[in-house]
Each structure stands twice: as structure tokens, then as C-alpha cells.
């Protein structure tokens, strides 16, 4: 009865207010159509200048429509003009960015989820304190940690190379991917660990059986996220390789600064789109994923 | 031996995680702080030289200017990205049609690098073919947009990209917020005569503390660190003018060779750092304990 009540009377509420209503709602899409437009702005610039010719970038404005599917700069971005040097194209460099991702994530997921796992569910005294301790590698402004680690690659003889960037990426992306396993495994029941325990299953019984068929969310978030922040970093791109064994940001960065006698903005959007073009891929194809690793991951910038 | 290797199986696996960041993290920090209170330049010296290299840093022009930049970065970004991201986050709690659409473009640059968002900015931001000329040919003839090469003005261009990258995260924050409350809250406040701004204002944002708290953590954290985007869109220029203290850093370690300086500069971003993120580990802990 007193339910009742209360609806009908919150429906009579709803019917009062149907004008103004309606004026706010048309706002209200105003409004977020204008954002839309403010957020969409640059990739539309970026795709139609990339299909421009130099001389129709002169003769229109940014938002002028392309006079043809011109693909002419996005050939001459990825592939070079097939003269000798100082022809830098994007080619190489994105598969250098290919090679030191795929691994660079294979290993940090892995010890992430390791260290998750024993972290939750084999516990020990003291092991609150180890979460802290590797969680607080999310926050080092990586500057701290610079100058030791290009004397340390020196060292190792592989600075400047692929298999550097390879270890920098996952050591520093381990804090992150303990956190996602870690934070993950907490809500499945123990109680499963210790049943399979008393049946004589071992650690890594216990984690390929039981664990692992289960971790399929937290797989694809934690590959997502470390995929994109390998793929977008540059500060340990540009800071321990140069030349070719160079990621694909820090060769975009080196084409759009090269100043050669003409500045080609079309080539430059097409290189930009080329290397932001596989993060948004993920990003439109596992966009719940991606949000997912985004707010749990947040304490990254 | 045996039954010791299984008993310590758990600890064996978590050691070479612990031994990495150990080292890497701890050790590397530890490092640059020693390195920090020594005369070093191009090589890293080791005998203690007390403080000099903080008081050449605090002396420094353009390390203050890097300071001043990032104090009206760090504000402008703030303030813009929270205000942004509420209203975006209310107004897509509205029941909207094509709200999956919606927020898909306005979360779709967390996914790009800031040196793809920097190239593209720099393009529409520059005078002679970007928006100016966009403007102009419009027959706004005296339309004026040259900030990205005014030395005044260009710190404000990294914050307009800087917005534009990330105020659709704040507004995912705050919708994963605004979500999680009872429906039944916000409708026996409008049974109570409340109006929707009143629900807003009075109810559900201050509801929001937690979000707001970490919004702000995420987003000083993200400006102190910020480079990548100051290298495509200024390369802190014009001039020096829109220098940051992770571009002065790297500058210093690897241009000018000066090693000690240069990790002078990098602890105080770690200290910076640390008083933002020591509290909100301290309180997200306790929260969790409290659970």
C-alpha cells in the first residue's frame, strides 16, 4: 500500500515536470553533441589531411573535405619514397614496436599473475607488506629510476636494443599486473584452493586446474592495458634506443620534428594515424576491457 | 631438501618479481638520491658533495620556470578534466540514447600516446594552416590563434591538449560512480520535492568524495609526469617557456650531461609524487582493512 503510494505519486511527479523536461533534455544533447564534436575534431582532421595533397592542405581549411581518396601519403609514411638516406619511414620501427611488445607482455602478465596468485592465495606473514611494496612501483615518476638504468643496460650490453626495451617494459610493468591478478584472485573462494589442497594438488596443479581456467577476464584487461602502455610509451623509447632499433612512437616523434625543406603535414597525419591505429583497434574491440584496466589500473599516468 | 623446496614453492615463485622491483625500483631510486648529493657530470662520481646540487637546481631559471609551468599546468589540467568529466558523467546518467556511442568517442584518446595526440594538436594549432587559417578563410579576417608559438601563451596550448586526452576518464570514473548508487536514493529525493540540480548538488556529488580524490591523485600524478606531449607539441618552446620538470630532467641528463643535477631534478618529481600518492595509499588501505 505505502509502495504503492509512493510510485503513483513519483509518476504524477514525473508527468509535472514533461515541459521542462523536454527543454532540458534538448540541452542536454546539445551539450554532449558539442563535446562529441570537441573529441572527434582532431582524428577527423588527422584522416582527412593524411588523404590531402600538399596543395590542397594550402588552398582549404582543416575541416575541408579531401578531393579524392588520395593514399599517396600514407604509402610514402609506411613505406619511404625508395630513396637512400634520410628517407625515414615507418615501416621498421613499427616492427620493432611488434617485437618488443608481444614479449614485453607474455612476461609481465605472467609474473603478474604468479605473484597474484601467491599473493591471495598462499598466504604468508608479512605478504600485505610485499603487495605494498611492489604496488608502490606503480607511482615512481619513472625519471627516478633513468639514469641508473641506462648505465645498467650499458652493462648488460643491450642498450639500444629491442631486448632492453623488452626488460625495462616488463619490470616496470610488473606492480600493474600483480595489482590486476592480485585484486582479481581475492574474490575466488580459498576455499577451493585449500579442497584441492587436501586432494594432494600441488602449486602449479593448483594454479593451471583451478586458477587459470577461471583468469580469462583478467587476462584480456591485463594484456590490454600493458599492450597499450608498451605500444604508446615513449619516454624509455626515446631515453635507451635510437636510430633503427627505435619504437614506432620515437620514429613518428623523429619525422614529424625532421625538417626537411617542405614540411608534409599529410604524411605526418598518415604516420600518426598509422601509429595510433592499433591501440584504437583494441580499443574499439575490447572497449569494456580497456575501461575495466583503466579505472584499476588508474594510478598510472 | 625436498620437502623444503615445497614448503617455500609459493615464496620461491614470488621471488623473482620482489628481487626486480627490489632492485629496479628501490635500488634505481636509492641511486639516483645518492647520485643526487654528489658532484657528478657526465660520469656519475661518488664522493658526497652535501647539497649544491639541489641549491644550483633551485638556482636555475629554467628549473623554476619548468616549476611554474607544471603549478598552472597542473591547475588548468585539474580543473578542466574534473569539470568536464562531471558534467559529461551527469549528463550521459540520463538515460541517453546512444550512450554507448558517446562514450566511446569521448574516452577514445586514453587510448592514443601522447606523441600521436601532440602531432595531431600541433598541426590544427599551428598558425598558418591550422585553425587560424581556418578562421580567416571564413572571413574572420583578423582572427587571431598563435599560441602554440607565443611564449606566454603556449603552456596553455599542452593544456588544451592535455584536457582533450584525458577528461573522458574522469567521466568514466564519475559514471562508474554515479552507477554504483541506489536507485532508491535518488528517487525518494524526488519524491521529497527535490529538484534533479538539487539531487546533483546536494545528494550525489557529495556522495562522490572517493572519486573525486582519486581523480585528483591519477591526475597530478599524470601531470608531474608529463613529457611526451610537451616533446610533439612544444618541445618546450617557444624558447624555453614551456619547459616541465620531466623535459628538464631528461635535458639535463642527456644534453647537457650534468648527471647530478639532473637527478636532483628527478627526486624532487619524486617527492612531488610521493606527497600526492603517500596519503592516498595510506587511506585506500584503510578503507580496505576497514572492509
Known amino acids: ?26 540541452f542536454l544533447y546539445f551539450i554532449l553533441i558539442l563535446f562529441a564534436s570537441y573529441f572527434i575534431f582532431p582524428l577527423y582532421v588527422m584522416v582527412v589531411t593524411s588523404l590531402k595533397t600538399m596543395e590542397e592542405i594550402r588552398q582549404g581549411t582543416l575541416l575541408s573535405w579531401p578531393s579524392g581518396l588520395n593514399l599517396e601519403s600514407w604509402a610514402v609514411a609506411w613505406g619511404g619514397r625508395g630513396y637512400g638516406a634520410g628517407d625515414t619511414f615507418l615501416r621498421p620501427y613499427f616492427w620493432n614496436s611488434i617485437k618488443m611488445v608481444v614479449p614485453a607482455v607474455f612476461f609481465s602478465t605472467f609474473i603478474g599473475a604468479m ?83 587436501i586432494d594432494g594438488a600441488g602449486f602449479f596443479k593448483i594454479f593451471f586446474k583451478i586458477l587459470l581456467p577461471i583468469s580469462a577476464p583478467i587476462i584480456v584487461v591485463t594484456v590490454i ?38 614540411k608534409e603535414y599529410n604524411v605526418d597525419m598518415a604516420s600518426a594515424i598509422i601509429a595510433g591505429v592499433p591501440t584504437l583497434i583494441v580499443y574499439v574491440l575490447a572497449g569494456k576491457y580497456f575501461i575495466r584496466g583503466l579505472t584499476s589500473g588508474a594510478v598510472k599516468g | 631438501m625436498f620437502k623444503w623446496l615445497e614448503k617455500n614453492l609459493p615464496k620461491i615463485v614470488m621471488a623473482p618479481a620482489v628481487g626486480l622491483i627490489g632492485w ?42 619548468a616549476v611554474d609551468n607544471l603549478l598552472i599546468f597542473t591547475a588548468l589540467f585539474l580543473i578542466f578534466c574534473v569539470v568536464i568529466g562531471i558534467i559529461l558523467a551527469i549528463f550521459l546518467d540520463q538515460k541517453i540514447r546512444a550512450e554507448g556511442l558517446l562514450r566511446t568517442i569521448y574516452l577514445y584518446p586514453m587510448a592514443l600516446s601522447f606523441i600521436v595526440t601532440g602531432t595531431a594538436w600541433k598541426w590544427i594549432l599551428n598558425p598558418t594552416l591550422g585553425i587560424q587559417k581556418m578562421f580567416r578563410d571564413w572571413g574572420f579576417e583578423n582572427f587571431t590563434f598563435d599560441w602554440l608559438v607565443d611564449r606566454e601563451m603556449a603552456i ?130 584503510r578503507r580496505e582493512n576497514a572492509r
Open chain 1, 1 to 26: 500500500m505505502q509502495d504503492s503510494l509512493k510510485s503513483s505519486s513519483y509518476q504524477q511527479l514525473e508527468q509535472k515536470s514533461k515541459y521542462t523536461n523536454m527543454f532540458l533534455r534538448w
Open chain 2, 24 to 65: 629496479f625500483v628501490y635500488g634505481f631510486v636509492l641511486w639516483t638520491l645518492y647520485i643526487s648529493f654528489t658532484n657528478s657530470k657526465i660520469l656519475p662520481k661518488y664522493e658526497l658533495w652535501g647539497f649544491g646540487q639541489y641549491e644550483k637546481l633551485w638556482a636555475s631559471r629554467k628549473w623554476l620556470i
Open chain 2, 156 to 285: 596553455y596550448t599542452i593544456v588544451i591538449a592535455g584536457v582533450w586526452q584525458s577528461a573522458g576518464f574522469v567521466m568514466a570514473l564519475f559514471l562508474a560512480g554515479l552507477r554504483s548508487v541506489e536507485d532508491e536514493i535518488v528517487k525518494a529525493a524526488k519524491i521529497d520535492g527535490a529538484s534533479l540540480f538539487t539531487v546533483y548538488w546536494k545528494i550525489l556529488l557529495p556522495m562522490m568524495r572517493p572519486v573525486f580524490f582519486t581523480s585528483f591523485v591519477i591526475l597530478v600524478h599524470i601531470s608531474i609526469k608529463s613529457y611526451d606531449l610537451i616533446v610533439a607539441l612544444t618541445q618546450g618552446g617557444p624558447g624555453i617557456s614551456t619547459t616541465m620538470p620531466a623535459l628538464y630532467m631528461t635535458q639535463t641528463a642527456f644534453h647537457k650531461s650534468q648527471v647530478g643535477l639532473s637527478a636532483a631534478s628527478a627526486m624532487m618529481m619524486f617527492m612531488a609524487v610521493a606527497a600526492v600518492i603517500i596519503p592516498y595509499l595510506y587511506s585506500e588501505l
Open chain 1, 225 to 262: 592495458w600493458q599492450f597499450t602502455q608498451i605500444w604508446n610509451d615513449f619516454l624509455f623509447g626515446s631515453t635507451f634506443s635510437f636510430g633503427e632499433a627505435a619504437p614506432i612512437q620515437v620514429a613518428l616523434n623523429n619525422m614529424v620534428l625532421s625538417s626537411t625543406s617542405v
Open chain 1, 115 to 197: 605473484t597474484g596468485y601467491v599473493l591471495t592465495k598462499w598466504r604468508f606473514k608479512g605478504d600485505q607488506w610485499v603487495f605494498l611494496f611492489l604496488l608502490f612501483g606503480c607511482f615512481i615518476p619513472f625519471q627516478a629510476i633513468l639514469l641508473p638504468m641506462a648505465r645498467t643496460l650499458g652493462v648488460l650490453g643491450i642498450s639500444n636494443s629491442v631486448v632492453g626495451l623488452v626488460l625495462v617494459h616488463t619490470v616496470y610493468g610488473i606492480p600493474f599486473t600483480t595489482l590486476f591478478f592480485r585484486n582479481y584472485y581475492i574474490s575466488v573462494p580459498t576455499e577451493l584452493v585449500k579442497a584441492a589442497r
